[in-house]
């Protein structure tokens, strides 16, 4: 019995606000290729907090990076921007700093990886149905 097919799609994203809709366009028409609607919507907001955070602390152009494989959907994003992303506790008032809240309430599992140059924040969602 052969393993069943990967999938995968990388973009390379301009560090722009225009880029985190382009981001969400590109997420949209991939899954529905892909015939994973049942978690687009968990994805999109994943994947809007991310590239958000990239183009505000990241500095020049992003990869967004998604594959599919074994009955997980695994999302990258990479930047060259320094520092590391971590979960903030804002204020009720704050009109920003829950993204990574988001992301930890939503996907099944993410993190930060430091990487040449960057850094990757990664997260995964089930996409069985």
């Known amino acids: 019995m052969s393993a ?7 973009y390379l994203l301009p560090s722009a ?30 994947v809007s907090e991310l590239v958000t955070n990239a183009v505000r602390h990241g500095g020049s152009a992003y990869t967004l990076r998604l ?13 060259p921007g320094e520092g590391v992303p971590c979960r903030r506790s804002p204020g009720v008032e704050a009109l920003s700093g829950r993204g990574l809240q988001i992301v930890a309430a939503i996907a099944d599992d993410w993190g930060v ?8 924040v990664w997260f995964a969602l089930s996409c069985t149905a």
Do not use: Q, Y
């Not at 069943?4 to 990388?10: A, F, G, L, T």
């Not at 990886?113 to 990757?120: E, P, Q, S, V």
């Open 67 to 79: 594959e599919e494989r074994a009955g997980r959907l695994h999302g990258e994003v990479f930047d």
């Open 113 to 120: 990886t430091r990487a040449d140059n960057g850094k990757l």
């Open 4 to 10: 069943p097919p990967v999938r995968s799609v990388e």
């Open 17 to 46: 606000p225009s880029g985190v809709g382009e981001a969400r366009s590109l997420v949209r028409a991939e899954l529905g290729r892909w015939g994973l609607a049942h978690v687009m919507d968990d994805c999109l907001l994943i």
